[in-house]
Nanobody, 122 residues
Framework: QVQLVESGGGLVQAGGSLRLSCTAS????????MGWFRQAPGKERAFVST???????YYADSVKGRFTISRDNSKNTVLLQMNSLGPEDTGVYYC????????????????WGQGTQVTVSS
């Protein structure tokens, strides 16, 4: 059973930056494809970014050029650097381990963290 713990969320003004971190348990982290999703109030969980075991990266159109996903296998950690934040980026951010299927669909992910709140004020 993989356990994921996110951190780094908080309150930031529009135009600011945050860096989210997700640490995974287990010895197979380097082989995992990891994803970040977010859920705004009243909305479904939405794809943000994915990084494969080979460090191929994918982004939602809404965050391209502003967010950067990376991983540190020595620390079992995946990071999400978020710049130029806007109120539309507000939500609970979740990291997850991909299982099977399309990388941009939440149903393709097998294990989830508890989430970290990101609030961007205008």
């Amino acid at each position: 059973q993989v356990q994921l713990v996110e951190s780094g969320g908080g309150l930031v003004q529009a135009g600011g930056s945050l860096r989210l971190s997700c640490t995974a348990s287990g010895r197979s982290f380097s082989g995992y494809t990891m994803g970040w999703f977010r859920q705004a109030p009243g909305k479904e969980r939405a794809f943000v970014s994915t990084i494969s075991s080979g460090e191929a990266t994918y982004y939602a159109d809404s965050v391209k050029g502003r967010f950067t996903i990376s991983r540190d296998n020595s620390k079992n950690t995946v990071l999400l650097q978020m710049n130029s934040l806007g109120p539309e980026d507000t939500g609970v951010y979740y990291c997850a381990v991909w299982g099977l299927g399309n990388y941009n669909q939440a149903t393709s992910y097998a294990h989830w963290g508890q989430g970290t709140q990101v609030t961007v004020s205008s």
